[in-house]
């Protein structure tokens, strides 16, 4: 439904005419448009309270299986910005109104962002990238200090925005001489009159994701990314918004070789979502983009075909997903908007070939002949095998070219396989008491009432519930920590519950699991039967936004092998974290309907309603446990930089002039 203003206009002679002033139909069909537009049109959508119950219904009883709700109240320094009572916030939404279903929707994203924590976000893709509004211009922080205009900014928005370059530029030349290009490498002095660090926190404060307060300051600017297809741009969160917020920006800039400051106003532009079904109207809208589609919600495995892993998931996925979501276990971050691909200027991708690749994984040696180089975007690809065996190549390839000291690039590295992450580990430490039998952290599940049912259900009837053992709650899928064997088919896993109090309130959770790769079920060809590479001659690199699987690889090497870690271009007293969201390991709303469906849970109180508008929910699943502290989970341990990289122009998303400078560090 949507609320059409119709006007009747009463004319001369009796006669009626009907004009509906619907602010959708004013942008369908079109690609670009304002900002202010498209908020004209998502506001025009009222409450419905049906949906506004069943969105908060299946947030609130999805995140019963949420490891952290309880540690999200308050953490522990130095991450003392998480501190979120939802299930205190869920409760204050539904009695309050709200003046469109878009306040709702950007009220219930925000508070579920407070989580802090990259697995949990709500997403609605009738509103989150429906439409993404951007800038020309995204921002450098160049010594640690200074906001600049990227010196590429004007090569990646012509590249990207082609067909919107002549509208900005016209906004642009009449008042700055030179026009757009002129901006490349510009100071930016203040951001809508104020000290530019002013707009970095109120992004900080909103964006959600990485608990430490400096990699959400880095979110900000423009980075790279390796790519399956090559390598990437990342706009940044000022350059790049999933929703249509802001409608223009005032700069006060100084063109790189002026000494004189100027006052420039951007207008941001809205492009339609690469996966936004057209419309041409209000209702048109709502029809093709807010409703369920296949996969918002869960089957039962053994009713449903084949079942590949769900779309939307998929889309929300900040690493390639796999092709079935059940065949390998991820930890994945996930965000509102869908990884992009825009791509990195020429002038920036790195000049030499690389010596062995695969897609997300490409391998360099660098001219001083000694520092190999591995850029991994991402821990997942569609296939698992073939990429174990392309890291396992690919650091031979650098030994026998003559490396002895590696660097791992793993900018905006958002998870993916939690089993590739251990064997990056294996492989390049060799076989020791931190690898064997595997890299990697024991963890605990949350042990609520339906969770506790949903393994009875499968335990009860070993063979006939769950015969394939795809269910996550299956107990055959485990390993005791403490034995470090698979549990039986007949034991409960989350009975008895661990019983805790966190923040004061009352909790539980499984037993604790061992690490969970069998060496065998990851390698197909034995693995090198010594280091390849020595802890200490390891650096990792990234601007500090390696997340979930990312983390586990980054954190075990740097806390059990002495690997060096690097953050490139982190505001210079903020203290830089090398990695966040740590998990365990995560999944989602869907994922955890189809374990009620396939145990015929899902007229429990306690299950979760199907979703009916076309939503994500996710979750943390499993958490993993300290390396420093065993005894507490490590998402909240620190994990300093040893080093912050200061930026120049020069070299900012430049990664093989980075790799020169991190190699002489190490
Ligand atoms: C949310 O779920 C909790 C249990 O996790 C329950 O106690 C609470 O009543 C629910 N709140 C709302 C507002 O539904
Ligand atoms: C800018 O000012 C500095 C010092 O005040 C001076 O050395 C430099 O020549 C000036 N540059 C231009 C382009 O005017
Ligand atoms: C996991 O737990 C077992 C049993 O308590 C312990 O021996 C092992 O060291 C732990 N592993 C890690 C990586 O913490």
Same mark, same amino acid.
């Given at each position: 439904?949507c609320?059409?203003?119709?006007l009747?206009?009463a004319?001369?002679?009796?006669?009626t005419?009907?004009?509906?002033? %619907?602010?959708?139909?004013?942008?369908?069909?079109?690609?670009?448009v304002k900002?202010?537009?498209?908020?004209?049109?998502?506001?025009?959508?009222?409450v419905?309270?049906?949906?506004?119950?069943?969105?908060?219904?299946?947030?609130n009883?999805?995140?019963a299986?949420?490891?952290?709700?309880?540690?999200?109240?308050?953490?522990?320094p130095?991450?003392?910005?998480?501190?979120?009572?939802?299930?205190?916030?869920?409760?204050r939404?539904?009695?309050?109104?709200?003046?469109s279903?878009?306040? /709702?929707?950007?009220d219930i994203?925000?508070?579920?962002?407070?989580?802090?924590?990259?697995?949990?976000?709500?997403?609605?893709?009738?509103?989150?990238?429906?439409?993404?509004?951007?800038?020309?211009?995204?921002?450098?922080?160049?010594?640690?200090?200074?906001?600049?205009i990227?010196?590429?900014?004007?090569?990646?928005a012509?590249?990207?925005f082609?067909?919107?370059?002549?509208?900005?530029e016209?906004?642009?030349?009449?008042?700055?001489?030179g026009?757009?290009?002129?901006?490349?490498?510009?100071?930016?002095?203040e951001?809508?009159?104020?000290?530019? /660090?002013?707009?970095?926190?109120?992004?900080?404060l909103i964006?959600?994701?990485?608990?430490?307060?400096?990699?959400?300051?880095?979110?900000?600017?423009?980075?790279?990314?390796?790519?399956?297809?090559?390598?990437?741009?990342i706009?940044?969160? /000022?350059?790049?918004q999933?929703?249509?917020?802001?409608d223009?920006?005032?700069?006060?800039?100084?063109?790189?070789?002026?000494?004189?400051?100027?006052?420039?106003?951007?207008?941001?532009?809205?492009?339609? @979502?690469?996966?936004?079904? @057209?419309?041409?109207?209000?209702?048109s809208?709502?029809?093709?983009?807010?409703?369920a589609?296949?996969?918002?919600?869960?089957?039962?495995y053994?009713?449903?075909?084949?079942?590949e892993?769900?779309?939307?998931?998929v889309?929300a996925?900040?690493?390639p997903?796999?092709?079935?979501?059940?065949?390998?276990?991820?930890?994945?971050?996930?965000?509102?908007t869908?990884?992009m691909?825009?791509?990195l200027?020429?002038e920036?991708?790195?000049?030499?070939?690389?010596?062995?690749g695969?897609?997300?994984?490409?391998?360099?040696?660098?001219?001083d002949g000694?520092?190999?180089?591995?850029?991994? @975007?991402?821990?997942?690809?569609?296939?698992?095998?073939?990429?174990?065996?392309?890291?396992y190549?690919?650091l031979?390839?650098?030994k026998?070219?003559?490396?002895?000291?590696?660097?791992? %690039?793993?900018?905006n590295?958002?998870?993916?396989?939690?089993c590739?992450?251990?064997?990056?580990?294996?492989l390049?430490?060799?076989?020791?008491?931190?690898t064997?039998?595997?890299?990697?952290l024991?963890?605990?599940?949350?042990?609520?009432?339906?969770?506790?049912?949903?393994v009875?259900?499968?335990?009860?009837?070993?063979?006939?519930?769950?015969?394939?053992?795809?269910?996550?709650?299956?107990?055959?899928?485990?390993?005791?920590?403490?034995?470090n064997a698979?549990?039986?088919?007949?034991?409960?896993?989350?009975?008895p519950?661990?019983?805790?109090?966190?923040?004061?309130?009352?909790d539980? /959770?499984?037993?604790?699991?061992?690490?969970?790769?069998p060496?065998?079920?990851?390698?197909?060809?034995?693995p090198?039967?010594?280091?390849?590479?020595?802890?200490?001659q390891?650096?990792?690199?990234s601007?500090?936004?390696?997340?979930?699987?990312?983390?586990l690889?980054?954190i075990?090497?740097?806390?059990?092998?002495?690997?060096?870690?690097?953050?490139?271009g982190?505001?210079?007293?903020?203290?830089?974290?090398y990695?966040?969201?740590v998990?365990?390991?995560?999944? %989602?709303f869907?994922t955890?309907d189809?374990?009620?469906k396939?145990?015929?849970l899902?007229?429990?109180e306690?299950?979760?309603?199907?979703?009916?508008?076309?939503?994500?929910?996710?979750?943390?699943?499993?958490?993993?446990?300290?390396?420093d502290?065993?005894?507490?989970?490590?998402?909240w341990?620190?994990r300093?930089?040893?080093?912050?990289l200061?930026?120049?122009?020069?070299?900012?998303?430049?990664?093989a002039?980075?790799?020169d400078?991190?190699?002489?560090?190490?």
């Open positions: 439904m609320s059409t203003t119709i009747a206009l004319l001369f002679g009796g006669a005419l009907t004009l509906a002033q %619907d602010p959708c139909a004013a942008i369908g069909g079109k690609k670009w900002p202010s537009e498209v908020r004209a049109c998502y506001t025009s959508f009222p419905i309270e049906a949906e506004k119950t069943n969105i908060l219904d299946v947030v009883k999805t995140l299986f949420h490891t952290s709700v309880n540690y999200q109240i308050q953490a522990p130095p991450y003392e910005d998480v501190a979120e009572d939802i299930l205190f916030d869920i409760a939404i539904r009695e309050e109104s709200y003046a279903d878009y306040d /709702f929707h950007i994203s925000r508070s579920v962002k407070r989580l802090i924590d990259g697995h949990v976000v709500w997403i609605n893709y009738c509103y989150d990238s429906a439409f993404v509004n951007y800038l020309p211009i995204p921002l450098v922080l160049v010594e640690g200090e200074t906001v600049h990227a010196a590429e900014a004007y090569d990646v012509s590249a990207e082609a067909d919107q370059l002549a509208v900005w016209e906004d642009v030349s009449a008042q700055i001489e026009g757009l290009a002129a901006l490349n490498g510009a100071e930016v002095l951001i809508d009159g104020a000290y530019p /660090f002013e707009a970095v926190h109120a992004n900080a964006v959600g994701g990485y608990q430490a307060y400096g990699t959400r300051q880095n979110g900000f600017f423009s980075s790279y990314q390796r790519a399956a297809s090559g390598w990437n741009y706009l940044g969160n /000022f350059a790049l999933s929703l249509p917020l802001s223009s920006v005032t700069l006060l800039v100084r063109t790189a070789g002026s000494n004189e400051t100027q006052e420039v106003v951007v207008p941001y532009y809205s492009r339609i @979502g690469s996966s936004t079904v @057209g419309f041409t109207d209000g209702p809208f709502r029809e093709g983009n807010c409703r589609v296949g996969g918002t919600n869960g089957v039962d053994y009713s449903a075909a084949d079942q892993t769900p779309e939307p998931l889309k996925m900040q690493a997903a796999p092709r079935r979501i059940q065949e390998h276990l991820v930890n994945t971050m996930l965000d509102t869908p990884i691909d825009v791509v200027p020429p920036l991708t790195p000049p030499q070939e690389p010596v062995e695969f897609g997300v994984g490409q391998f360099y040696m660098l001219s000694t520092t190999g180089v591995l850029a991994l @975007g991402s821990f997942s690809g569609a296939f698992f095998g073939p990429m174990v065996q392309g890291l190549d690919g031979l390839e650098l026998s070219r003559g490396a002895e000291r590696l660097i791992v %690039d793993v900018t590295n958002g998870g993916g396989y939690i590739v992450a251990h064997a990056l580990h294996r390049i430490s060799g076989p020791k008491s931190t064997i039998p595997n890299a990697g024991n963890t605990t599940a949350r042990a609520g009432r339906l969770a506790q049912t949903i009875q259900t499968i335990v009860d009837s070993p063979g006939t519930v769950d015969p394939r053992s795809v269910l996550l709650y299956n107990p055959v899928n485990w390993y005791d920590a403490d034995t698979a549990f039986d088919a007949s034991d409960n896993w989350l009975v519950p661990v019983e805790k109090i966190i923040n004061g309130r009352e539980a /959770f499984s037993q604790t699991l061992g690490t969970d790769c060496e065998a079920d990851i390698f197909a060809t034995p090198p039967d010594s280091a390849l590479f020595e802890g200490s390891v650096a990792i690199i601007n500090g936004r390696c997340a979930s699987s990312c983390s690889f980054s075990a090497m740097a806390k059990t092998e002495g690997s060096k870690t690097v953050v490139v982190g505001k210079s007293d903020t203290p830089q974290k990695c966040g969201i998990g365990g390991q995560s999944t %989602d869907s955890i189809s374990e009620i396939s145990t015929g899902k007229e429990h306690l299950a979760p309603p199907d979703l009916i508008v076309n939503g994500v929910q996710g979750i943390t699943w499993r958490l993993g446990y300290g390396i502290d065993p005894s507490e989970p490590e998402e341990q620190d300093p930089a040893d080093v912050n200061p930026l120049t122009l020069d070299v900012a998303n430049n990664p002039k980075l790799w400078i991190v190699a002489q560090l190490i």
